[in-house]
């Protein structure tokens, strides 16, 4: 594929995924918090690949008749940006001003050429995820959800109140699926429709795994599936893991069968999740990114293996 890059100057290094919003920040709540590090693509407007712009609005539309009112009993006003088409670069971002919690898509995201709806979907999802996903948070005061807990909201929650309405099993059957996420949706779920539901969640994360991997020009094999990270780590990683990571979080995220509308809490590990520490197996934050709080029995260490 042939990807247009802006220069290569400048671009700061990026170490934690949230930023101060402002050099002159006047509310501890001001923050940046993207959906991948800053990266030199761009796909301006006319080159007619990707998403049309009907396509992108109808995305942002949807999330905002969805969630307005979810943000609103949160204390919140969801300002969802109208103005970005015209950006070239590919990234999104959450950010808050006060009371207001604010959602932009760069344009170059949807004109990615291998972008979807249902990927653009996860995407604004994944920054709805920092403002409702909950624990983990940044330890800033800013509210708002680490990169690892934004995925995992994306999947669990908002990709399941979007296509809430929807006939998911005339949608899958459009698809191509891969066999081992028709097997493991089958193994958690029991009805046809919350097994579509969970197979066309863990498609989209495909598309945008592959997407993100390509946006970083990482160095690895295409996420898939089938290779989930073994690494483990030692605390809880902020930042932006490596899409591998990020699918493994995205298809837990589907795996999990907790609904949809049991809320996630600032505080706790546990509310509205599949846990290890209440002792889940499936569905999980996976530990590429997380840390339990609490040390896992040896009963859910040897379910793991
Ligand atoms: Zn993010």
Redesign the pocket.
């Known amino acids: 594929m042939t990807h247009l890059f802006t220069s290569r100057q400048a671009l700061p290094v990026v170490l934690t995924?949230c930023l101060l919003y402002s050099p002159f920040i006047t509310d501890v709540s001001d923050a940046l918090?993207?959906?991948l590090p800053a990266n030199y693509l761009s796909f301006p407007v006319g080159l007619n690949t990707g998403l049309s712009e009907a396509e992108y609005n109808q995305v942002l539309d949807e999330v905002d008749a969805t969630f307005g009112s979810e943000v609103a009993n949160h204390g919140g006003k969801l300002m969802i940006g109208r103005r970005q088409w015209d950006k070239p670069e590919v990234n999104a971002h959450?950010f808050r001003k006060g009371h207001r919690w604010h959602i932009e898509v760069d344009g170059g995201t949807a004109r990615f050429p291998s972008m979807t709806m249902d990927g653009l979907r996860l995407v604004v999802c994944?920054?709805l995820g920092?403002h409702l996903g909950g624990y983990p948070q940044y330890d800033d005061n800013t509210k708002m959800s680490i990169?690892g807990q934004?995925d995992y909201y994306a999947t669990l929650k908002c990709m399941r109140k979007l296509f809430s309405g929807d006939d998911n099993v005339a949608a899958v059957s459009r698809m191509t699926v891969h066999p081992l996420v028709r097997e493991k949706c089958e193994m958690q779920f029991t009805t046809d429709q919350t097994r579509a539901l969970c197979i066309r969640n863990a498609m989209a994360s495909e598309v945008l795994a592959i997407v993100l991997h390509e946006s970083t020009h990482e160095h690895t094999l295409k996420p898939s599936f089938e290779t989930p990270v073994a690494r483990v780590v030692s605390s809880i990683f902020e930042g932006h893991s490596n899409s591998q990571c990020r699918l493994d979080t995205f298809f837990n995220g589907s795996l999990c069968g907790v609904d949809a509308n049991e809320d996630m809490n600032s505080a706790q590990p546990e509310p509205g999740t599949c846990s290890e520490e209440r002792g889940d197996v499936h569905g999980v934050r996976p530990r590429c990114w997380y840390k339990p709080l609490k040390p896992t029995s040896h009963r859910i260490i040897a379910a793991l293996r």
């Open positions: 995924a918090c993207d959906l959450a994944h920054e920092h990169e934004a």
